[in-house]
């Protein structure tokens, strides 16, 4: 069994910053592949924040670029989201999204449950 938390979200004022961490675990072998963050403001669809490949390549949405920084710790198989400089609209429940390879199958795609982020005006 795979489990993908994620923890760091609350409640923040615009222009400031706040850190997201997401850890993937299983009970055998995992091997963490692409990992990535999405969220899904109150009436609009889940939509990718950004991205980050096992080599570390990474990618963003326009709306984030500049401001937000996605990393990862390989040897915890954590995934993190520095964001800064945030804007009301950024508020949205933040899904960490991560693809597992276990000794059953090479690759699956796993949800986190969300964390709430809310930026003050």
């Known amino acids: 069994q795979v489990q993908v938390v994620e923890s760091g979200g609350g409640l923040v004022q615009a222009g400031g910053s706040l850190r997201l961490s997401c850890a993937a675990s299983g009970s055998g072998f995992i091997r963490i592949n692409t990992m990535a963050w999405y969220r899904q403001a109150p009436g609009k669809q889940r939509e990718l924040v950004a991205r980050?490949?096992?080599?570390?390549?990474?990618n963003y949405d326009d709306s984030v670029k500049g401001r937000f920084t996605i990393s990862r710790d390989n040897a915890q198989n954590t995934v993190y989201l520095q964001m800064s400089s945030v804007k009301p609209e950024d508020t949205a429940v933040y899904y960490c999204n991560a693809d597992v390879g276990t000794a059953l199958r090479y690759s699956q795609t796993y949800w986190g449950q969300g964390t709430q982020v809310t930026v003050s005006p």
């Open positions: 980050i490949t096992s080599g570390g390549t990474t």
